[in-house]
């Protein structure tokens, strides 16, 4: 039976990805002091925690070795037909400007396999975005194991990948910046326990007894759990952690608002307060929806106007909206003619490749 969809869950997924696009753009446009305040690398945890909840929403177990395959296979539907796109035109837009990318970075990066690589030119390479994907796609293979008697283990599988991520940013103490930045950030293995921390969320969010207690007075809690959330952003944008130092600071900095994250998925996906409804509107999830396109095509669409002087003349203001357009017109064409028919044309080619050899 297919998993109930949560469309105020869906409409998150587009704050998250409008956080990125506004830190990736403040230099050119401007963000209306929004990064200057606010922790915005924050956004891809927000992504990794509610890809966690939505996993355990839409597969609460995966017995068989068949439904594994399908799992890998729709996954890896959702996630890389758009992303090679995205790294030819990256590599046509780096060609452009007279540089090259070295095979090895081009390998990684298309087999979404960058993120292991300690070298910032080979995570960052192509289209520089999708180092979260193949941290994305750690967590896919993983997520067999993970959900397996989910009800009986979470609680330990919680704490083991926690444990991991603080042996992993205790081991990068005293390392330089570099290494850090890519030990606490990028490294896919230290961003597990925020996966695994939106696959508890949902444990609670199956909990009738909590649902219970969150759903009274659900308007007050919707607004403390955002104020909360806020807050957490705001504070790891302070020069304590922002600034260079141990790499427990930066991972503060860049991933300590995942259990805010976590709250406020937990608190919208019950969908009884006014906040939650307001982000049920049917604009609001179609641009949830398109959210992944616009991740991904977003710094493409930027280095192409800076490429060619688009919006150059505009200011900042109209300059930056000029942006807002073209990067959402690329995001909705990449959606619906990319995203959506590869997805479905490799589901439906594994189904009928895979169903005789497994029956």
């Avoid at 966690?52 to 609460?60: N, P, Q, S």
């Avoid at 060609?95 to 690589?117: C, I, K, M, Y």
């Avoid at 999708?130 to 704490?159: G, M, N």
């Amino acid at each position: 039976m297919k998993a109930e969809k949560i469309d105020s869950l869906t409409s998150l997924r587009f704050f998250a990805a409008a956080a990125v696009v506004v830190l990736h753009a403040r230099h050119t446009f401007g963000d209306l002091g929004l990064s200057n305040h606010l922790a915005l690398t924050q956004a891809v945890s927000l992504f990794f925690v509610l890809s966690g909840f939505i996993l355990a929403h839409t597969h609460r177990s995966i017995p068989t070795g068949r439904e594994i395959l399908k799992f890998y296979t729709s996954r890896f539907a959702r996630i890389w037909p758009l992303h090679v796109v995205c790294a030819a035109i990256a590599f046509y837009l780096i060609r452009f400007d007279g540089a090259e990318v070295p095979p090895l970075h081009a390998f990684l990066n298309v087999t979404l396999l960058q993120s292991w690589s300690t070298d910032i030119h080979t995570y960052f390479s192509l289209n520089g975005i999708s180092w979260s994907l193949s941290d994305e796609l750690f967590f896919y293979a993983c997520f067999p194991l993970l959900i397996h008697r989910i009800e009986q283990t979470w609680r330990l599988k919680l704490i083991a990948t926690i444990a991991l991520t603080a042996a992993v940013i205790a081991a990068s103490s005293g390392a330089s910046r570099e290494m850090s930045l890519w030990s606490t950030y990028i490294l896919p293995a230290t961003r597990l326990s925020e996966f695994m921390l939106g696959i508890g969320a949902y444990q609670l969010y199956r909990n009738l007894g909590i649902r219970t207690m969150l759903s009274h007075r659900s308007t007050g809690i919707e607004i403390i759990v955002v104020l909360v959330t806020i807050t957490m952003i705001w504070l790891a944008r302070l020069p304590y952690f922002a600034d260079a130092g141990p790499a427990w600071r930066l991972w503060i900095s860049n991933d300590g608002a995942a259990i805010a994250f976590a709250a406020l998925i937990l608190v919208m996906s019950l969908e009884r307060g006014a906040i939650s409804r307001v982000i049920q509107k049917r604009p609001l999830i179609y641009l949830g929806e398109v959210s992944f396109s616009l991740y991904l095509v977003h710094q493409l669409v930027l280095r192409f106007m800076q490429q060619h002087g688009y919006g150059a003349g505009l200011g900042h203001f109209w300059g930056g909206v000029f942006y807002w357009c073209a990067a959402m017109s690329c995001a909705i064409v990449a959606h619906h003619l990319i995203e959506n028919p590869a997805r479905n044309l490799i589901i439906n080619l594994s189904s009928r490749v895979l169903r005789p050899s497994l029956s």
